[in-house]
C-alpha cells in the first residue's frame, strides 16, 4: 500500500500542475486557498494528511479518484492498535 504523500506527489506529477495552480483550482471550487507551503508539505509527507474537504479538492484538482487519497489518509490517522483491530473484525488481520 502506498502512503498518502505517494499517492498525493504522483498525482501532482502527473497532472502536469504546479502547486500554484492547483490552489488556485482548490480555491475556485472550494473558496478557500491552501497555501503552496501547505501543498508542499502534504506532499512531501512533512505534515499528516489533510482532512476530508480539502483532500476531495485535491483530488479534483489533480485528477485522481478522491476516495484514494481519502482512504490513504485515514489509514495514516487512524493510531495502530485501533487499526489493528479494525483488520481483526474484518478478518484481514
Known sequence: MRNYSDILAQAIIESGLKL??????????????????????????????????LNEA???????DPLDLKVAAYREKI?????????????TA
Open 20 to 53: 500554484q495552480k492547483i490552489a488556485e483550482i482548490i480555491e475556485k471550487n472550494t473558496g478557500s486557498r491552501p497555501t503552496i507551503e501547505y501543498l508542499s508539505r502534504l506532499k512531501n509527507g512533512r505534515i499528516p494528511p489533510a482532512g476530508d474537504k
Open 58 to 64: 485535491l483530488a479534483v484538482a489533480v485528477g485522481i
Open 79 to 91: 493510531p495502530g492498535d485501533v487499526l489493528e483491530k479494525l483488520k481483526e473484525q474484518l478478518g
